[in-house]
C-alpha cells in the first residue's frame, strides 16, 4: 500500500501530483500575458479542454520516488514531470500556428508565452530552485489539415522529503 | 517573453530565402514543416522548432533549439527527383547547398555559439511512385535568455 501511496502521490510523497498540477494551473491562471488571450484552463488531457480555443491544460504529472537511504524514515527525492498542453485554432492553418493581424497569437506565441510562465519558476515554492524544461514542441493535429495545432511542454522538478 | 521562437523562425528563412548558395533554387520558402509545403514543389520548408532547457543560472540561461529544414523535390521520371535535372535541382543538391548556408552564416547573430550536430539525410522520405523525394538537414543552436524575474 506504500508503494502505491508513493506511485501515485498519496501521504507518504512531501507533494501529491494532483497539488502539482492544481499549483502549476494555478501558476498559468494568474500569469497577465495568458489572461489577455486564453480562453480556458483546464486539468487533464486535452480532450476535455480543446473545445474552447486557445486552451492550456495541465495534461498530467507523474512522480517518482528515489530513497537515498535505506530505513522507515528515510529521505526521498520526489522527482515531478509536469506535461503541459495547449491549443489554437484557425480556418487559415498559418494564423493558427504563427497568429495575425490584430494581435491573434498562434501556437508558436502561445508556447512561448506558457514557457515563460512556468520556467525559470519554483511554481511557489514547490521546487527549489527552479523546475526544468526537458522539451517544447509544436505540431498540427493530427487529422485536423492544418487548423488545430498544439504545443507540449514538458517540466520536471525535485524536491527532498 | 523568454524567447521569441517566431522571430527566430523568420530570421532563420531569411537566412535561406537571400542565401548565396540557394540563388539558383527556384522554389518556395516556408514554415510549418512538410505538411504545410508538400503541395508546393520543390521546396525548402522550416520544420517546427523544438527546443529545451541547456544552461541555468540566476540571471538567466540558454535554451537549445533543434531545427529541422525540409527540402523537397518532384521529378516526373520516377527515381529522379534526387538528382539535378532538365526540371530543376534535385534534393542532393540543395540539401548540401543548405548544409552550406547554415555553416556560413552567423544568422544575425540570434545564436550565441556556433551551430551543431549538423546531420543530413537526403533521403528522408520517398513516396511509392519515386517522384517525391524529401531530405532533411538538421542542427542544434543555442540561444541565450534573460531571467525576467530577476
Not at chain 1, 3 to 24: A, F, P
Not at chain 1, 42 to 51: S, V, W
Request: glycine share 10%.
Amino acid at each position: 500500500m506504500d508503494l502505491i501511496n508513493c506511485i501515485y502521490g498519496g501521504e507518504n510523497v512531501g507533494i501529491s501530483c494532483t497539488d502539482v498540477q492544481s499549483k502549476t494551473l494555478e501558476v498559468l491562471m494568474k500569469s497577465s500575458i495568458l489572461n489577455g488571450y486564453v480562453s480556458r484552463y483546464d486539468i487533464g488531457e486535452t480532450g476535455a479542454a480543446r473545445k474552447i480555443f486557445p486552451y492550456v491544460t495541465v495534461a498530467e504529472v507523474t512522480s517518482d520516488v528515489a530513497p537515498l537511504c535505506i530505513g522507515k524514515e528515510a529521505p526521498c527525492i520526489n522527482n515531478y514531470r509536469i506535461v503541459v498542453k495547449c491549443g489554437t485554432f484557425h480556418l487559415l492553418p498559418e494564423i493558427a500556428r504563427e497568429g495575425g493581424e490584430g494581435g491573434k497569437k498562434g501556437i508558436v506565441q502561445l508556447a512561448d508565452d506558457v514557457v515563460s510562465t512556468l520556467f525559470p519558476c519554483d511554481l511557489d515554492g514547490l521546487f527549489s530552485p527552479s523546475v526544468h524544461l526537458q522539451q517544447v514542441s509544436v505540431d498540427e493535429r493530427p487529422e485536423s489539415g492544418g487548423k488545430c495545432w498544439e504545443a507540449t511542454i514538458v517540466l520536471y522538478g525535485s524536491c527532498k522529503e | 517573453m523568454l524567447s521569441d521562437t517566431k522571430s527566430i523562425e523568420d530570421k532563420m528563412l531569411d537566412v535561406l530565402r537571400n542565401s548565396s548558395e540557394l540563388v539558383d533554387f527556384e522554389g518556395v520558402y516556408i514554415k510549418g514543416g512538410i505538411s504545410a509545403a508538400i503541395k508546393q514543389f520543390p521546396f525548402v520548408a522550416l520544420g517546427n522548432m523544438r527546443y529545451r532547457e541547456g544552461v541555468l543560472k540566476d540571471a538567466g540561461g540558454t535554451l537549445i533549439y533543434a531545427v529541422s529544414i525540409y527540402v523537397g523535390a518532384r521529378n516526373m521520371v520516377s527515381g529522379r527527383a534526387f538528382n539535378d535535372s532538365e526540371q530543376g535541382k534535385g534534393v542532393g543538391n540543395i540539401c548540401s547547398a543548405v548544409v552550406r548556408t547554415i555553416k556560413n552564416s552567423d544568422f544575425e547573430k540570434i545564436f550565441i555559439k556556433p551551430v551543431k550536430n549538423i546531420k543530413i539525410d537526403p533521403i528522408y522520405m520517398v513516396d511509392g511512385s519515386g517522384m517525391i523525394c524529401i531530405g532533411e538537414v538538421s542542427f542544434e543552436a543555442e540561444v541565450w535568455y534573460h531571467n525576467e524575474r530577476i
